[in-house]
């Protein structure tokens, strides 16, 4: 596989050639991909290592004895290994999910059958009613609704940590939020919304003073920033594969060790045993315990092939180059008028998105217009619907860059935003 070689300053044009549909047109344009937080862009290098095990070495995996088996079960397991690397974690903490979605599902389901086994069986992740789970307004709703159902099923209170003006988390509400009744605190790393990466020290001491587990949900900064999951001191975490170069279908569920020994399994089948009776079964160690049935082993190896890939860019050179744009982003802008940025909260540690209203048009509309001169954003609630609730607005326009994103492509935008108000007689 050839990779980019290291480099202090992202060289983005040379990057760029490795993402074929970055020298597509749309609408008669070249295409200007602002929507990375929805889903990135995937380099040539991820799909080679896709097709070249489908090509070459696909068999089921940990199953068969001949020779393509082993050297399907050798490439998943160097592909976990990898993923875990990027992350900070060890292949025995690392959990394959088909995303991130369904990793905050099976964390969320574990804890409900540990619920329903009491808390004799189920152990420290058992829930009363009137424990407590604790959320931010700010979740994507992946981490808000599967937090919602635990709590319907096992009676327990679910709480909010609010948000300043600024989109900043409001720390000192966290602070009487987070207590003795706090079982679980689940929070993004970075907002989908806002960009602001929130203060996880600060929530993983509190939760700890607490006894309560903590779950990150790491969608929008795996991509963006260095990241070290041990380090940081979560219990739990997930990321998306394909937020971060890799495949659709695939994602990681990063466990401290203990935590992954006693949770009990959520899904069960295949694979995740170690011995079965016709009235029982004994289940295999983590990871595997989480890992029922057949496993996205192609997009697994694809993941890995982008978490090298990233690697090999440099993960703080990419932070550094999206730290740039996301300012050139902000003070254009800022400069724009009818412009309201959602989180601009002066000096905050943050990723390049930006979400914003445009006074006097729906959002859907902003969109079209940049739409038709090749500039794609998101337009919505981008699954963040409370958060928007507490900022008034219904929906909002989202630019989203990443490794690839060029000064350039920034200019364009902020040119085709400045054409939106005129165009659609606003503030006129
Ligand atoms: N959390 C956040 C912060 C997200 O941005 C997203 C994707 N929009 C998700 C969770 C869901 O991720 P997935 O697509 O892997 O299910």
């Not at 976990?80 to 903490?93: C, H, Q």
């Not at 152990?123 to 919602?148: C, K, M, Y």
């Not at 659709?248 to 170690?274: K, Q």
């Not at 902003?366 to 609630?381: C, M, N, P, T």
Request: hydrophobic residues 45%.
């Amino acid at each position: 596989m050839t990779v980019p070689a290291a480099a202090p300053d992202l060289a983005v044009q040379r990057l760029r050639a490795d993402f074929p549909i970055l020298r597509t047109e749309v609408n008669g344009h070249p295409l200007v991909y602002l929507d990375s937080a929805a889903t990135s862009q995937k380099p040539r290098q991820v799909l080679d290592a896709e097709l070249d095990f489908l090509t070459q070495h696909n068999a089921a995996v940990h199953r068969g004895a001949h020779t393509t088996a082993a050297e399907a079960t050798d490439l998943f397991e160097d592909a976990r290994a990898a993923v875990a690397g990027f992350v900070g974690a060890t292949p025995d903490e690392l959990v394959w999910t088909s995303g991130a979605t369904m990793g905050l599902n099976l964390i969320a389901y574990a804890i409900g059958n540990a619920s329903q086994m009491g808390r004799r069986a189920g152990g420290r992740f058992a829930l009363r009613p009137s424990d407590e789970i604790v959320v931010t307004v700010a979740e994507h709703h992946a981490n808000l609704l599967p937090w919602q159902e635990l709590a319907a099923r096992t009676g327990a209170v679910l709480r909010h940590i609010p948000v300043h003006d600024d989109g900043t988390l409001d720390l000192n509400a966290a602070r009487d939020i987070i207590g003795e009744r706090t079982r679980v605190l689940a929070f993004s790393h970075v907002s989908n919304v806002l960009g602001l990466v929130n203060p996880v020290a600060d929530l993983v001491e509190l939760a700890r003073a607490a006894g309560a587990l903590t779950v990150l949900d790491a969608c929008q900064s795996a991509p963006h920033l260095p990241l070290d999951l041990p380090a940081l001191g979560v219990d739990l975490a997930v990321f998306s594969g394909h937020k971060m170069l890799g495949p659709y279908g695939i994602g990681g569920l990063y466990g401290h060790a203990e935590v992954l020994d006693d949770l009990p399994p959520f899904l069960t089948g295949g694979s995740m045993i170690s011995t079965v009776t016709l009235d029982h079964a004994e289940y295999l160690p983590p990871p595997h315990k989480f890992e029922a049935g057949t496993q996205p082993v192609g997009p697994a190896i694809g993941l890995a092939a982008a978490v090298r890939y990233l690697d090999a860019v440099g993960m703080d050179a990419v932070a550094a180059h999206e730290r740039i744009v996301a300012e050139r982003m902000r003070d254009g802008l800022r400069e724009i008028d009818g412009i309201r940025l959602l989180g601009d909260a002066p000096g905050a540690e943050r990723v390049g998105l930006w979400s914003f209203e445009v006074e006097g048009v729906h959002a859907h509309d902003a969109g079209q217009y940049l739409d038709a001169r090749g500039i794609a954003v998101r337009v919505g609630h981008h699954c963040a619907a409370p958060l928007h609730r507490r900022f008034g607005v219904a929906a909002s326009v989202r630019a989203s860059t990443a490794l690839y994103t060029t000064h350039a492509e920034v200019d364009m935008f902020l040119d085709g935003v400045r054409g939106i108000r005129a165009y659609f007689g606003a503030g006129s």
